[in-house]
């Protein structure tokens, strides 16, 4: 069973910048897909960011294109995602989760994702 666990959350400044992590345990990462969600107060869940399994492949949602990045370092069982110039509109509750899927990750929505973390919050405010 795989299990997710987020962290690197918390309290940032308009402009500043956090980073992400989602530690795998249980099974290798190296076998999934991994996406981050985010979900703002009274919002739908909204995709962010994922990379594919087979090679690598990246997808960005247009209101963090250009600002977040993602990565996989499988040798730690960890995926990051590098989050800058960060504005109110990115608080949210972002979560980890991953699929088996052996496609280019942008083509899966949430419902495809078997393995999610709990979520770490991160707040943007002055």
């Known amino acids: 069973q795989l299990q997710l666990v987020e962290s690197g959350g918390g309290l940032v400044q308009p402009g500043g910048s956090l980073r992400l992590s989602c530690a795998a345990s249980g099974l290798s990462l190296d076998y999934y897909a991994i996406g981050w969600f985010r979900q703002a107060p009274g919002k739908e869940r909204e995709r962010v960011s994922c990379i594919s399994r087979s090679d690598g492949t990246t997808y960005y949602a247009d209101s963090v294109k250009g600002r977040f990045t993602i990565s996989r370092d499988n040798a730690k069982n960890t995926v990051y995602l590098e989050m800058n110039s960060l504005s109110p509109e990115d608080t949210a509750v972002y979560y980890c989760?991953?699929?088996?899927?052996?496609?280019?990750?942008?083509?899966?929505?949430?419902?495809?994702?078997?393995?999610w973390g709990q979520g770490t919050q991160v707040t943007v405010s002055s």
């Open positions: 989760a991953a699929t088996l899927g052996n496609y280019y990750c942008g083509a899966y929505v949430s419902a495809d994702y078997n393995y």
